[in-house]
């Protein structure tokens, strides 16, 4: 499944805001429900394969304004070479209220985070944060960049979908479907026991996680005379290396 997270809001709407996926993670739940892999693809990711032919130039994060969810899910098909079922798209506030619907989430915070931008403070150490806080937690890239905050997106999504997926949770899932205005998603609705089903089976499964950073990358850095400014120009061979190993 590919989770997509939109910087949008209505605020940013009103003032003209661009709309990028800041958050673009493909999650995979093995046959046997004993090991969940979890993958993000870098903003600044830059010449993906598309899934119609050729390539897409700008930073990946651009796509899904400029062609839509299905052309950034059929992208990270080609980039990571597996098929995605799935996709789930949310803006920054039903992301909120997401959170507040599963009554907040836990996290362990490494080190302590401040930003003013987004308005954050957090010590480190075991945080319980509610829907405005949870944001702030994924949006943050400050003090520490884009990969450190990538990592609290995965954080976050396995923390609420711990959440969900508990037997004793009460949560109106069709009514919480609804009530996500910017919600965009292909899950059959009337499948919704058997994916709980599948999540709840999969509670206790093995996490791998992994950001496809520097390590997966031919280079980093801004491009002379391309006008893109700062890029990843990724390693398709070792994304994919890497993600078959994990989904399958």
Same mark, same amino acid.
């Given at each position: 499944m590919?989770?997509?997270? #939109? ?15 800041? %958050? +673009? ?10 090991? /969940?892999? #979890? ?8 010449? #993906?394969?598309? $899934? ?6 700008? $930073? ?19 980039t ?53 806080? %949870? ?22 999504? +396995?923390?609420?979908?711990r $959440? ?5 949770? $009460? ?20 499948e ?5 089903? /599948?999540?709840?089976?999969?509670a206790?499964?093995? /996490? ?11 280079? +980093? ?11 990843? /120009?990724?390693?398709?061979?070792? +994304? ?9």
């Open positions: 590919l989770v997509a997270g #939109i910087d949008s809001s209505p605020s940013r709407v009103r003032r003209n805001f661009p709309v990028n996926t800041d %958050a +673009m993670i493909v999650v995979s739940v093995n046959r046997r429900h004993n090991r /969940i892999a #979890i993958v993000s693809l870098p903003r600044d990711t830059v010449d #993906i394969p598309l $899934k119609g032919g050729g390539s897409w130039p700008r $930073k990946i994060n651009s796509l899904y304004a400029a062609r839509g969810i299905n052309a950034l899910q059929g992208a990270l098909e080609r990571y070479g597996v098929p995605i079922d799935y996709h789930v798209a949310l803006n920054m506030a039903d992301f909120g209220e997401l959170v507040d619907a599963v009554g907040g989430v836990n996290v362990r915070v490494p080190y302590a985070l401040y930003d003013s931008t987004v308005h954050i403070a957090l010590s480190a150490g075991r945080h319980h944060l509610d829907g405005d806080q %949870a944001l702030h937690y994924a949006r943050t890239r400050h003090q520490d960049g884009d990969f450190a905050r990538q990592g609290r997106q995965q954080q976050v999504l +396995m923390a609420v979908f $959440k969900l997926v508990r037997p004793k949770a $009460k949560i109106d899932f069709h009514h919480l479907l609804r009530s996500l205005r910017s919600l965009k998603t292909d899950l059959p609705l009337d919704l026991p058997t994916l709980l089903a /599948i999540g709840r089976r999969s206790d499964a093995t /996490i791998s996680h992994e950001v496809l950073g520097p390590g997966y990358a031919r280079f +980093m850095g801004i491009e002379p005379g391309t006008g893109r400014g700062w890029v990843i /120009i990724p390693n398709l061979a070792r +994304m994919r290396a890497y993600v078959r190993s994990v989904m399958r």
